[in-house]
């Protein structure tokens, strides 16, 4: 396949905020963009994707709604920008911050190659699973950091309360022995 850029990465978009990247295409090419709404538990209506061409012509906008969607559409030489909206677009807002994955890919094509055309499609997919992969690993991992450390907080605390309870135990033992040897003497 031709060269390839392309770049991966998760951000966080402010309420009513927007984050636009500028591609600049050499040569005629594919571009791909593909992006996915992070947080499973917020709704995805404020969030849209909008690519642009030179002359700001709308070529892709998601639909409200949707929480990921790729585009894939062949482009000449120039500026090109993609940017993710928050509550921007549409007053759907919630005031809320939203965390999107995104991933862009620029790559040289022979316009007169269908198969070519076909493979690149194919290669995005599969870029779009190993990148969704990447993401769930650190997921992955955050998540088992967290876990370790609360693990190691409650066997700590529980350590502590045995020590505490061992402790308090003796005590009582040694009152009521006191107690009774006293009650003997009376």
């Known amino acids: 396949l031709p060269s390839i850029n392309a770049i991966t990465f998760t951000l966080t978009v402010n309420n009513d905020g927007e984050e636009c990247f500028v591609v600049r295409s050499t040569e005629k090419a594919m571009l791909n963009v593909d992006w996915e709404v992070m947080d499973d538990n917020l709704s995805p209506n404020p969030v849209s994707v909008v690519v642009l061409d030179s002359k700001l012509k709308v070529?892709?906008?998601s639909e409200m709604g949707d929480y990921e969607d790729d585009w894939t559409g062949?482009?000449?030489t120039g500026r090109y920008s993609v940017c993710v909206q928050n509550g921007t677009e549409n007053k759907s807002s919630d005031k809320l911050h939203r965390k999107v994955g995104l991933n862009i890919w620029l790559?040289?094509?022979?316009?007169t190659s269908h198969l070519l055309t076909q493979a690149f499609q194919a290669w995005s997919k599969l870029r779009r699973m190993q990148s969704?992969?990447?993401y769930m690993r650190q997921?992955?991992?955050?998540h088992r950091e967290?876990?370790?450390q609360t693990?190691?907080?409650v066997l700590i605390y529980t350590i502590i309360e045995g020590l505490a309870l061992t402790v308090i135990s003796v005590l009582q033992i040694m009152?009521?022995?006191r107690f009774l040897e006293k009650r003997r003497y009376m």
């Open 59 to 61: 070529l892709y906008k």
């Open 74 to 76: 062949s482009v000449d």
């Open 107 to 111: 790559e040289a094509y022979d316009p």
């Open 132 to 134: 969704h992969q990447s």
């Open 139 to 142: 997921r992955e991992s955050k």
């Open 146 to 148: 967290v876990t370790e």
């Open 151 to 153: 693990f190691s907080s």
């Open 175 to 177: 009152y009521i022995r």
